[in-house]
């Protein structure tokens, strides 16, 4: 399986990748791609069955599985990431963007602080 290379954090990733339950097909070029692939899925994954030229034809196998990502008004520090699994969907809290750069922020401004005090001490 390969990473997504947008959009996906790894800590979501991994997650789905570990305990997701993910749907399998095998297809053929003449193949129709199951319904419940996104558009953009459906356009890459046509893209490895179209034949090209002097071949007969294509088979491939996908395993695909659909994941929500959800932001909440009320909780604008989090992010969540819902993926089924074999008993139950699970679900990821992430921080958002702006929370991480708010701890980078901070760590900074800390590191920065102790910086000058042991400069003032020495």
Excluded at 48 to 61: D, N, S, V
Excluded at 86 to 92: D, E, G, H, I, Q
Excluded at 101 to 113: E, K, Y
């Amino acid at each position: 399986m390969n990473t997504p290379k947008t959009g996906l954090p790894y800590r979501a990733w991994e997650g789905a990748r570990e305990s997701g339950n993910w749907n399998r097909t095998n297809l053929i070029h003449k193949d129709t791609l199951p319904a419940d692939m996104t558009d953009q899925f459906r356009d890459l994954a046509q893209s490895y069955l179209t034949p090209h030229e002097a071949e007969i034809g294509r088979q491939a196998t996908f395993n695909y599985m659909r994941l929500a990502r959800v932001e909440v008004a009320q909780h604008s520090h989090r992010v969540y990431y819902v993926f089924p699994t074999a008993a139950s969907p699970r679900v990821l809290v992430l921080p958002s963007q702006q929370r991480i750069w708010q701890i980078a922020g901070a760590a900074l401004g800390a590191l920065l602080v102790l910086f000058l005090l042991v400069r003032l001490i020495a």
